[in-house]
């Protein structure tokens, strides 16, 4: 069993900046997949970005220049640092752990999810 921890959200002004944590416990593989979905109100969950365990990172073209993944394995958290919001980037974002080193942005291959933090991007 992992569990999952977000916390960070909140509500910023278009162009400002927020930054996710997800702490991580329990049982880790040592190779496996993080990443950061999102789910605005009336649409499906989507991938934002994933980090593999040898730290390649990917993203989604709508984040893609202005938001970063990275991992403190130390301390078992992993962040998305959000920059440039904008109003459209408004949703509940999910941290996710994959028990596979195989990065993957579809969310019904993820094993674990943490409950979610809000962002809401005000124009």
């Known amino acids: 069993q992992v569990l999952l921890v977000e916390s960070g959200g909140g509500l910023v002004q278009a162009g400002g900046s927020l930054r996710l944590s997800c702490a991580t416990s329990?049982?880790?593989?040592?190779?496996?997949?993080m990443a950061w979905f999102r789910q605005a109100p009336g649409k499906t969950r989507e991938f934002v970005a994933k980090?593999?365990?040898?730290?390649?990172?990917y993203y989604a073209d709508s984040v893609k220049g202005r938001f970063t993944i990275a991992r403190d394995s130390a301390k078992n958290t992993v962040y998305l640092q959000m920059n440039s919001l904008k109003p459209e980037d408004t949703a509940v974002y999910y941290c996710?752990?994959?028990?596979?080193?195989?990065?993957?942005?579809?969310?019904?291959?993820?094993?674990?999810w943490g409950q979610g933090t809000q962002v809401t991007v005000s124009s």
């Open positions: 329990g049982r880790t593989a040592s190779r496996y997949t």
């Open positions: 996710a752990f994959r028990d596979s080193p195989y990065g993957s942005s579809i969310p019904q291959t993820y094993d674990y």
């Open positions: 980090i593999t365990s040898n730290s390649n990172t």
